[in-house]
């Protein structure tokens, strides 16, 4: 059920403080955004709908239960020391959504409107930003097929949606692990793409990881099964006797916007060398003096061991190392309006 969100409707009860326990779960907060688009009238302006018991009614037939049409985005608002709250390049998320809608054949809204339906959203939910240095409110769009098919075909109605939840500061590990048995993409499949059915099938991937004690699995190329490729929810870099910073190059890998980040404050900033290129497993393990993994959630997080092929490899001397530190602490900083944004990516509400 559906009830637009009015300065009469019923607000959730305001937390009683932030603390480590806000962790990363959904909560329905006070209010969120839904658009609707119809082949007849394309996107009908979007509104914002009270959170609390929302839920959607499908048609059995909805495409996304069926052939997964689906694509959804995820940013975060956080508090500056000063009080304010800011995005992160909230334009490339827009961007993104929209090629990732192109690549299943689905309608994405224009990045004016997203922009819009973000800001408008953690707007009326500004009380749920967490404060400074306490997490984030992480920020939700998806895209969804919800007209009704039963040949394989592109729905004719879809629903652009925003929710919002407060999140605790991210407790990622350091130990990852190859896994023979799976790869996340395939050369010119869905892996650019923040498709659902990308997660879906990191899940069972991500279990075995977890079941033996490593934070996610890193996969390498279905091609050759040689090339790094990614985390299931963040991309990898790996730093090499030299200095230089590799990462794998786009094409099977989602364009992380933390990613993109990374690349031009290690080269524009500190004056790093940084290739994009393929990035063998055995490279990494017998050159790189650090690898980390970036994204949204974990902003960076080093890798101290890499499990490949039965074997625990400690990657440099096996403890987080003073690059990866410089580059989060650099980012952080930009993020929060501590160090100058030379590249304007940080939007205030
Ligand atoms: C598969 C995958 N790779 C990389 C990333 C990092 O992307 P970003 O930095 O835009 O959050 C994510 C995060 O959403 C992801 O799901």
Same mark, same amino acid.
């Given at each position: 059920m559906l009830k637009p969100f009015t300065d009469q409707s019923p607000l959730q009860p305001q937390a009683p403080g932030w603390d480590d326990s806000l962790g990363f779960r959904y909560q329905e907060l006070d209010a969120f955004w839904l658009a609707r688009w119809s082949e007849k009238t394309?996107? @009908?302006p979007g509104q914002l709908y009270e959170h609390q018991g929302a839920t959607l009614e499908l048609s059995l037939g909805a495409n996304v239960f069926h052939y997964g049409q689906a694509v959804f985005e995820g940013l975060k608002a956080r508090r500056t020391r000063e009080g304010k709250i800011v995005l992160f390049r909230p334009v490339d998320n827009a961007r993104r959504m929209r090629a990732s809608a192109a690549r299943l054949l689905m309608p994405a809204p224009s990045v004016s409107t997203f922009l819009e339906a973000v800001k408008t959203t953690v707007r009326v939910n500004a009380r749920w930003v967490p404060g400074y240095g306490k997490g984030s409110l992480y920020i939700r769009p998806v895209i969804i097929g919800s007209g009704p098919v039963l040949g394989v075909a592109p729905a004719s109605e879809y629903l652009f949606f925003v929710f919002v939840c407060p999140v605790g500061q991210y407790m /990622? /590990?350091? %130990? =990852?692990? &190859?896994?023979?048995? #799976?790869h996340r993409a395939a050369p010119y499949g869905t892996g650019a793409a923040k498709t659902a /059915?990308? !997660? #879906? #099938?990191?899940?069972?991937?991500? %279990?075995?990881?977890? @079941?033996?004690? !490593? &934070?996610d699995a890193l996969y390498l190329d279905a091609r050759e099964d040689r090339y790094i490729e990614e985390l299931s929810g963040a991309n990898f870099f790996a730093v090499l006797h030299d200095g230089t910073l590799i990462t794998p190059a786009l094409g099977s890998i989602l364009p992380g916007i933390t990613r993109a980040s990374v690349i031009t404050v290690a080269s524009e900033l500190f004056g790093w060398p940084v290739v994009e290129r393929k990035v063998s497993i055995d490279e990494v393990l017998s050159h790189a003096v650090e690898a980390f993994y970036v994204g949204t959630a #974990? =902003?960076?997080a080093p890798i101290t061991v890499i499990n490949y092929? /039965? &074997?625990d490899h400690p990657i440099g001397t096996g403890e987080p190392g003073p690059r990866a530190r410089m580059l989060r602490q650099a980012l952080e900083e930009i993020q929060l309006q501590e160090r100058p944004d030379l590249w304007d990516w940080v939007v205030e509400l």
């Amino acid at each position: 059920m559906l009830k637009p969100f009015t300065d009469q409707s019923p607000l959730q009860p305001q937390a009683p403080g932030w603390d480590d326990s806000l962790g990363f779960r959904y909560q329905e907060l006070d209010a969120f955004w839904l658009a609707r688009w119809s082949e007849k009238t394309g996107w @009908e302006p979007g509104q914002l709908y009270e959170h609390q018991g929302a839920t959607l009614e499908l048609s059995l037939g909805a495409n996304v239960f069926h052939y997964g049409q689906a694509v959804f985005e995820g940013l975060k608002a956080r508090r500056t020391r000063e009080g304010k709250i800011v995005l992160f390049r909230p334009v490339d998320n827009a961007r993104r959504m929209r090629a990732s809608a192109a690549r299943l054949l689905m309608p994405a809204p224009s990045v004016s409107t997203f922009l819009e339906a973000v800001k408008t959203t953690v707007r009326v939910n500004a009380r749920w930003v967490p404060g400074y240095g306490k997490g984030s409110l992480y920020i939700r769009p998806v895209i969804i097929g919800s007209g009704p098919v039963l040949g394989v075909a592109p729905a004719s109605e879809y629903l652009f949606f925003v929710f919002v939840c407060p999140v605790g500061q991210y407790m /990622g /590990g350091d %130990r =990852v692990i &190859v896994l023979t048995s #799976a790869h996340r993409a395939a050369p010119y499949g869905t892996g650019a793409a923040k498709t659902a /059915g990308n !997660y #879906a #099938a990191s899940l069972l991937p991500q %279990r075995m990881a977890k @079941e033996k004690h !490593y &934070v996610d699995a890193l996969y390498l190329d279905a091609r050759e099964d040689r090339y790094i490729e990614e985390l299931s929810g963040a991309n990898f870099f790996a730093v090499l006797h030299d200095g230089t910073l590799i990462t794998p190059a786009l094409g099977s890998i989602l364009p992380g916007i933390t990613r993109a980040s990374v690349i031009t404050v290690a080269s524009e900033l500190f004056g790093w060398p940084v290739v994009e290129r393929k990035v063998s497993i055995d490279e990494v393990l017998s050159h790189a003096v650090e690898a980390f993994y970036v994204g949204t959630a #974990a =902003v960076l997080a080093p890798i101290t061991v890499i499990n490949y092929q /039965g &074997v625990d490899h400690p990657i440099g001397t096996g403890e987080p190392g003073p690059r990866a530190r410089m580059l989060r602490q650099a980012l952080e900083e930009i993020q929060l309006q501590e160090r100058p944004d030379l590249w304007d990516w940080v939007v205030e509400l």
